[in-house]
């Protein structure tokens, strides 16, 4: 049952809802909230926000207020590594990240959901890096008062997906092999620029570098080497140099010989055609071509989270990523702050 009186007719009466206030460019939020007890004091503010009249609400058995809508529909949205702990504002209640983590979102069930019209679900983009606390996505339902079939319609939805629509997945701590190729270096030709970086972007993600080995364009030195790197514990190689279409180009070829297995080689994003992602006995293998020398973020940036959340990367994995997957090249690269990737 939902009834409109008039604001005076209201004083004493709980809230049934939050009220919000919006200054402009100065504050968005609840002004009243849920449950406070309106005094005459309030009835200029509530003049002031707009409000001649307000709701009394006695949810029947078949409705339900918008913040129990919201406190169910979190709950079936929430996977492992994602939760809610604060209580619904304006109706809405914000998921948050409970450990350091890849967000996964099944979109195709999100959808679904939205698909409702009558109930929400906004999400980060799927496969962001987040961190323990963070926003994750936000829940509401859209009326006020909802029929709980709509409820139980979307929690159902929710639920259908199978690792829930909403999880933060742990990332490994790399203990990286790095084989940087390439014969001008290895023979002192120009000096290396590559190790550097490679550092930086493994200790980005909490990793560290089991031993840098430099090698020259040849198959067998490149095989015996990852061979080598694997047996002393990498849980990841990462190579670079050597990916592209010259004699000299190796590397790849030297990693089958290694017994890379499941090799997905050319990418349609830029920069990154000819990264190379592929497996020697489960442990991943990262090739990072020349132009991770230049560009601050190339394919790399976009598959190594993912690889270490555990992420088994394939043709269609790659394929998926050409939508946004060309770079604009910004004098100062704002990566993850930009639609590269998304
Ligand atoms: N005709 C074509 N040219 C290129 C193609 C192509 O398809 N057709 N692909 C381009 C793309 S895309 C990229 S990316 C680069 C890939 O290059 P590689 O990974 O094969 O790199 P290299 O040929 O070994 O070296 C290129 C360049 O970078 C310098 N280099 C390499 N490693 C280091 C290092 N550790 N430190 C400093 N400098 C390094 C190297 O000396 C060369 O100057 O190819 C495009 N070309
Ligand atoms: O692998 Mo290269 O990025 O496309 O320059």
Known sequence: MIKVVNIEDAVGQPLAHDITEIRAGEFKGPAFQRGDILTCRDLD????????????IKPEASEMHEDDAAMAMADALCGDGVSWDEAP??????????????LKVNVEVLEQF???GIVMCATRHTNTVVRKKD????????????????????????KS?????????????????????GSEVYNGRIEDKFESIIRKKVAAFGGGVLDVVFLPDDDKMIASAARELLAKGANILITTGGMSVDPDDRTRFALKEAGARNMVYGTPVLPGAMFMVAY???????????????????????????????????????????????????????????????
């Open 45 to 56: 503010h509530l003049r002031r926000l707009g409000k001649d009249h307000l709701y009394v």
């Open 89 to 102: 504002r304006e109706g809405k209640i914000a998921l948050r990240a409970t450990r350091d983590g890849l």
């Open 114 to 116: 939205n698909e409702m």
């Open 135 to 158: 926003q994750v996505a936000a829940t509401r339902a859209i009326p006020l008062l909802i029929a709980k079939e709509y409820v139980d319609g979307a929690v159902a939805i929710a």
């Open 161 to 181: 997906a199978p690792d829930s629509i909403l999880q933060v997945r742990p990332m490994m701590t790399a203990n990286a092999g790095v084989m940087i190729t």
């Open 280 to 342: 020697i006995n489960e442990i991943p293998v990262l090739g990072i071509p020349a132009c991770g020398l230049f560009s601050a973020t190339t394919m790399f940036d976009l598959i190594y989270p993912r690889v270490l959340a555990g992420d088994k990367i394939s043709r269609s994995d790659i394929a998926a990523k050409g939508h946004g997957g060309l770079c604009l090249g910004c004098k100062t690269c704002t990566y993850p702050r930009c639609a590269f990737g998304k």
